[in-house]
Structure formats: C-alpha cells, structure tokens
C-alpha cells in the first residue's frame, strides 16, 4: 500500500520559519516528481512547489525566494523548507507524487498519490 505521510506542520508567528516533511512507503519514488500544494479556508488547493525526478525545481510566485522544495530519495522523502512566513502562508499542506509532470507541473490531475495533509498556521 502506497502511502504518503506529511510532517511538520504547526503554529509559527510571521517571519518564521517550518520544514516540512512527506514520507513515503509502499514504493520507491526517486523517479517521481515530488510536489507540494495547499489549501487555505474558503479557497481551492493551489500549487506551491514541486521537484521533478531530474532534480528541476519550480514554485508559484507567491513563494519563489522563501520556500525551497528538496529531496532525499535514500529516504524516499520530499521536504519543503518555509522562511518568511506570512499569515497569507495558512494552510492546509499537501504533498503529492506523479510518474511524470512534463510540463503540467502545476495541476492536480497529474498527481498519482497524495498525503493527509498537515496544518500550518502564520500568526501575525
């Protein structure tokens, strides 16, 4: 059973920093693009970050310079590194996994796993 498992979530004030992590089990995803995307209250899930299985990077303009999305594949885990957060950064996180992303990195539908999710929440 494909799993992934979301970390590291929680309460921070503005200007803070979060690492979360996505684990994964039940398969090797080192060839897999490795995504983030969250979810504010009254509003869609949106992309916010994403690793392809070549180790290309690419993030919505909202987070480029503050969030930084990384990989470890002998972990088989996906990590999204958060600095500067803003209250506009509430969220729920999910991370997600696709075979192949080309270059529809961004959408949903090519996503083939996804997490539970995890809370994250900028005071101000």
């Known amino acids: 059973q494909v799993q992934l498992v979301e970390s590291g979530g929680g309460l921070v004030q503005a200007g803070g920093s979060l690492r979360l992590s996505c684990a994964a089990s039940?398969?090797?995803?080192?060839?897999?693009?490795r995504g983030w995307f969250r979810q504010a209250p009254g509003k869609e899930r949106e992309f916010v970050a994403v690793i392809t299985g070549g180790g290309s990077t690419y993030y919505a303009d909202s987070v480029k310079g503050r969030f930084t999305t990384s990989r470890d594949n002998a972990k088989n885990t996906g990590y999204l590194q958060m600095n500067s957060l803003k209250p506009e950064d509430t969220a729920v996180y999910y991370c997600?996994?696709?075979?192949?992303?080309?270059?529809?990195?961004?959408?949903?539908?090519?996503?083939?796993?996804w997490g539970q999710g995890t809370q994250v929440t900028v005071s101000s």
């Open positions: 997600a996994a696709a075979r192949w992303v080309g270059s529809s990195w961004q959408l949903e539908r090519v996503y083939d796993y």
């Open positions: 039940g398969r090797t995803f080192s060839s897999y693009a």
